[in-house]
DNA sequence: GACATATCTAAAGCC
DNA sequence: TAGATATGTC
C-alpha cells in the first residue's frame, strides 16, 4: 500500500491522502489524474477504514467510470459496494428506487435523441407550426437547455415572455413534457432534472444517500453543468467531503451546457476549499508540451497553472501545407507509411489522426486504404444507432412499457404490415383527443373496426403480438425474448425476403446483437442474478460510442479532437489548420466560443506523446466546392521554437501575394474569392437564381446553351449552382431536359 | 402505400 | 459533395 502510494509525486500523494472537506483538484494535461484518483479510493479503504458502501464517485462516460472501476479493483481488490458510475447512471439507479415518489411507472423508458425527434415532430404537427421555423433539433435544444437550468415549461414561459418564438417553444416545450410523462418515459436531462427534484421535494430521500455518500468525487468537473452542480452540491452540503478534479483548459463542451464557472468558482462555492495543482506532464514531450501552452496562454480568465516535464525536448511540432485536401491526406499517410518502415517499435494503434469535424474523415479513410494501412474511424454514429437494432430495441421496450408510444410508431409497420402513415396519423389523433396512449386505444374493438379490414386485420395481429410477448416476457430470459421478437414479428422473414447484400448485412447485425445479449447474461449469472429485460434496456440506454475506440486493435485511429479528450498516442496529426475549420467559422469573431476553439486545440496538441504533425491544404473542398484557404490563427499562436515546417503568414493581411494566389484551384473554376466571402456569395447567388434567367448570364458561368422545344436552355453552373432555365426564365428539371439536344454554346 | 426524384443544408456529441 | 427530408408519381 504505502509503496503505491509512494508512486506518486508529492502533490499527487497529498491529494490522495487530503479525504476531509472540499478539494479541488486542477490536474492538468497528461498529469497522471486518474492514477491519483483510484488511488485516493484506495487510500481511504485500506487506510482510512471508510466504508466502500460510502463512496461515491462521478465521471461523464462509461469508459470514464469503467477504467477507473479497474484500476481501483487492481488496487484493493474489489469495487463491491462503492458507486463508480456516470452522472446519469447513478441519477437512473436513484431514480429506479423511487420513481413512483414523482409520478412515474416503475417500468419507464429513457428516450434517445431519435426518440425525443419524434416526440417533437409529432407535436409540430399537432400544433401545427412550421417544421423548418422549429426544426426538432432546435426546439429539443431549446429544451434540453431550459432543462439544464432546472426551468420547468411554466418559468420558461415567465422568463421569455409571449414573444415569437419564445411562445411557441414554450408551448413545445410543455407539450413535450406532457407526452414524455404520458409514455412513461424519460430523457438524458430528465435522468438528472428529476433526480436533483426528487431530492428537492422529499427530503427524507435526499438525506438518506447524504446519509449513505459521505465521500462523493466528481470527475472532469470542467464539463458540470448547472444540474449536476446542484446535484453534487446538494449531496455534499452535510459532510461536504467533496472532491473534484478537472482543467478548466480542458472545458470543450460549453456548447452543451457546460459551466466553466463550476470549476472556476469552486473555492467560492464551498469556503474554505483545499487546491491542489498536478503540474507534472508524463505525457508529451518538451517541444510538444511548451508548443501547446504557447497556445493556450492566449485564452483570458484560466486558472494559472503551468505544466512543466522531465522528459526531453524531444522531436519539434512539424507544421507541413498541402496543395489540397488530397494531398495533406497522402501526406499523413505518407509519413505513417515511412515512420512504420523507419521505427521497427510502432505498431500502427500509435498514430491518431484528429480532425475538426467528422466529414474530413473521408480523405483520410480513401489514403490510408489506398496504402493498404489499417485504421478504425471513431465516428457519431453508434452501433446501436443501427436502424434494425433500434427497431428491436424499440419492440422490447414496448413489450415492458406499452405506453412508450414513441417505440410503438416506430415499429408498428416495420416490417411491412400495410400500417402507413394515413392509419398512423390517425392513431395518434385518436390517442390524442382521448389523452390515452395508443396500445389503448389500439385495444379497443370499436376503434379497430373503423380502420379499412386489411389494416384492421394488421392492427389486431400486431396487438395480440406484442401482449403475447408481454406475457412472456416475464417468465422468459431476454436472449429467448429476443428471439421471440424476430419471429413473432415476422422481422428476419421481410429481411430474408429481400435478398439484398444490404438486408443480409442487417440480420447479420441482428445475429451479432444476439451474442452481446448471451454475453451479458452469462455476465450476469456469474453474478447469480438473472438479467431483466429491464436491466438489460437501461444498461444499453446509457451506453456511448468511445467505447468503440479498441487501443489493441493495430490499426490508425480515426476521430474528431473532441472525442480524444482523454486519450494519448505516441504520434498524433492534427490536419484542417485552417480558418474557417479549426477554428470553426462559427467562432472566427472571438469571443467564449473561440477561446473554447483554442482549448480544443490545447486537448489536441497535448495527445502527442512523442510527435505532433499539424498540417493545412492551401485548397480545400468543402460542401462541394474548392476553394482557397488560410492558415489558422493558432498556428501562430505556437512558439516558433518548438515548432519546424514552412513559414507560416497570413495571406489575407498580405494584400501583396495576392496575385500568387490568383490563380485555379484544382477542381474549380473563377477567380480567387476568399473563404468567406464565397459562402455569403453562394447564398446571395442561390437566392437570385431566379433573376439568372433570360439575362446575361455572368461571365464564365455558362456551361452550355441547348435547344428544347422551341426555347432555349441555358446551363448555368459555378462551382456553386447549377440551374438551367428555360426562355421564360422557369427552371427546368432535369427530366425535362433528357429529350433536349445539346448545341455549342458559341 | 411504396418508390423515385427534387430540394435543402452544412460542428463538436457526453449520457 | 453527400445525406436527410420533402414532394411527386404510379
Known sequence: MKESLAKLNPQQREAATTLEGPLLILAGAGSGKTGTMTHRIAYMIREAGVDPWSILAVTFTNKAAREMRDRVEALVGSVQGMWIQTFHSACLRILRVHAERLGYGKNFVVYDPVDQKSVIKSILKELDMDPKRYTPSYVLSEISHAKEQAKDPAQYRRDFGDQIPYSDLAELYERYEQELKKNNAMDFDDLILRTVQLFERHPDILAQYQKRFRYLMVDEYQDTNMLQYKLVYMLASVHRNLCVVGDDDQCIYQWRGADIRNILEFEKDFPGAKVIKLEENYRSSAHILSGAHSVISNNRGRKAKKLWTRAEEGEKIEYYRASDDREEARYIAGRIEAMMRREPDLTFSDFAILYRTNVQSRRFEESLSGRGIPYQVLSGLRYYDRKEIKDILAYMRLVLNPADDVGLLRIINEPRRGIGAKSQADLETLARVE????????????????????????????????????????????????????????????????????????????????????????????????????????????????????????????????????????????????????????????????????????????????????????????????????????????????????????RKADDTSFARYDKKAPYSDGPYVSPLASLRATREKQAEKKTLAGQDVEAGWIVSHAKFGTGTVIEASGNVLTVIFDEHGTKKLAKDLAPMRRVDPS
Open 435 to 650: 389523452n390515452r396512449n395508443i396500445m389503448d386505444v389500439l385495444r379497443e374493438e370499436e376503434i379497430v373496426a373503423s380502420f379499412p379490414r386489411k389494416t384492421a386485420d394488421s392492427l389486431r395481429m400486431f396487438v395480440q403480438a406484442i401482449d403475447a410477448l408481454h406475457i412472456e416476457q416475464e417468465h422468459t430470459s431476454v436472449s429467448d425474448l429476443y428471439d421471440a421478437i424476430l419471429v413473432r414479428t415476422g422481422y428476419v422473414e421481410a429481411l430474408e425476403e429481400q435478398r439484398t447484400v444490404e438486408a443480409d448485412s442487417r440480420i447479420e447485425n441482428l445475429m451479432e446483437f444476439k451474442s452481446v445479449i448471451l454475453e451479458k447474461e452469462r455476465e450476469r449469472s456469474a453474478l447469480d442474478e438473472p438479467l431483466t429485460l429491464l436491466a438489460f434496456l437501461e444498461e444499453l440506454a446509457l451506453i456511448s460510442d468511445v467505447d468503440n475506440h479498441d487501443p489493441r486493435e493495430d490499426a490508425v485511429s480515426l476521430m474528431t479532437l473532441h472525442s480524444a479528450k482523454g486519450l494519448e498516442f505516441p504520434v498524433v496529426f492534427m490536419p484542417g489548420m485552417e480558418t474557417g475549420i479549426f477554428p470553426s467559422y462559427r467562432t472566427i469573431d472571438g469571443g467564449e466560443g473561440l477561446e473554447e476553439e483554442r482549448r480544443l486545440c490545447y486537448v489536441g496538441m497535448t495527445r502527442a506523446k512523442k510527435k505532433l504533425y499539424m498540417t493545412s491544404a492551401e485548397w480545400r473542398m468543402l460542401y462541394g466546392k474548392t476553394e482557397l484557404t488560410s492558415e489558422s490563427m493558432f498556428l501562430k499562436e505556437i512558439d516558433r521554437k518548438t515548432m519546424t515546417g514552412d513559414a507560416v503568414y497570413d
